[in-house]
């Protein structure tokens, strides 16, 4: 025979085994309203003994609070977000919040959509990594409405929202000139960072996004050292790994080849060497190789990867505090558009995979 099914306990339920009435129990579980001290100890023991859980919904309606927070990203896939969302996640977690991801895949429309869908759930506050696009009215129609916001890893040119950034300034400008230290001379750059074309220019208006400021502090170096800067050499766009690879095997063959390679990401990285061996060059007798972000195994392969390290996991955390004052009420100064609230800085690690440039036939 089968069993019955069991019934949720509801607030009523709680209610009746704490003697006291349903609008005193809502708001004591609710943390809504005033209640004595008697009646709380009442109710939250009379919930434990009953098992409640309360509904988040209801819960959203009547306070008009979800304890929820949503954050989009661009490339779950990639080893920096996913060390930032579990930054964000730990830190919202710890002060009652959910966390609710959505992956844009570097898309401004899929990133509209998802910022619309969190928005009709209610959430009570964003972090959002913005895709590359000419305008951001979705998020301008978020700061309007007062809903609080928090710009992870990007900036967007105009926006009154406080950011959290990565300063990458010295340490991009530390291992470009260890590459011109040791002979690189023809230094090529990879990046998924979609834009018009595959090729890179002084006019882009990329200066705002992570890509944009890794650039400009390899071509200034490169400039301030009287270095010529190939455009030719900087390949955007990437889309996948088979591209990036396509882009690797171009850059190292050919009359003029690179010598050296920064890859934007690990996701890069990893595709860059799997074209580097399958063309039979070695890393750093042939091509040496550098990279931004600093995932564990970037020191165990083999030879180990110089890297620009990010505070990764700290960024995140930042980002989360950020938008803990921001749905406070603590953050009610006007925010400078193009201002970085938390800025944190990366290093150069320098391990072996940067050596001498070789002239190759």
Do not use: C
């Not at 700061?143 to 916001?149: D, K, N, S, W």
């Amino acid at each position: 025979m089968k069993s019955p099914a069991r019934r949720d306990v509801t607030i009523a339920d709680v209610a009746r085994r704490a003697g006291v009435s349903r609008a005193q129990t809502a708001r004591a579980l609710g943390s809504y309203g005033a209640v004595s001290e008697a009646v709380l100890s009442r109710v939250v023991a009379a919930a434990d003994e009953l098992g409640y859980r309360a509904n988040a919904l209801a819960r959203s309606v009547s306070t008009g609070k979800s304890h929820s927070v949503g954050v989009v990203v661009g490339d779950i896939e990639n080893p920096f977000f996913g060390l930032s969302v579990r930054g964000i996640s730990d830190a919202l977690r710890g002060a009652g919040y959910d966390v609710v991801l959505m992956n844009t895949g570097e898309s401004h429309e899929v990133e509209v959509e998802a910022v619309r869908a969190l928005d009709g759930k209610r959430v009570d506050g964003f972090v959002v990594a913005p895709a590359l696009a000419s305008a951001y009215p979705h998020l301008e129609a978020l700061v309007e409405a007062g809903r609080p916001l928090v710009l992870y890893d990007r900036d967007v040119p105009g926006l009154a929202a406080p950011s959290v950034l990565v300063d990458v300034e010295d340490a991009v400008q530390e291992l470009t000139l260890a590459l011109l230290g040791a002979g690189h001379r023809r230094i090529g750059f990879v990046s998924t960072l979609r834009t018009r074309g595959e090729g890179w220019t002084d006019e882009q208006p990329i200066s705002h996004t992570p890509v944009g400021r890794r650039i400009n502090g390899v071509v200034r170096t490169l400039r301030d050292a009287g270095a010529q800067v190939d455009p030719s050499a900087i390949r955007l766009g990437a889309r996948g790994a088979e591209d990036v690879r396509r882009h690797v095997r171009e850059l190292v063959t050919g009359d003029a080849p690179v010598t050296a390679l920064i890859a934007s990401d690990a996701l890069i990285a990893t595709a860059a060497l799997e074209e580097l061996r399958s063309l039979g060059l070695t890393v750093p007798e042939d091509v040496s190789i550098a990279m931004f972000d600093d995932p564990p195994w970037a020191g165990l392969v083999s030879p180990p990867l110089t890297v620009v390290s990010q505070p990764v996991l700290d960024a995140g955390v930042a980002a989360a505090r950020l938008l803990l004052e921001a749905m406070s009420g603590a953050a009610t100064e006007l925010v400078e558009p193009g201002r970085a609230d938390r800025a944190l800085r990366a290093r150069l690690v320098m391990r072996e995979s940067v050596g001498p440039a070789r002239e190759r036939d």
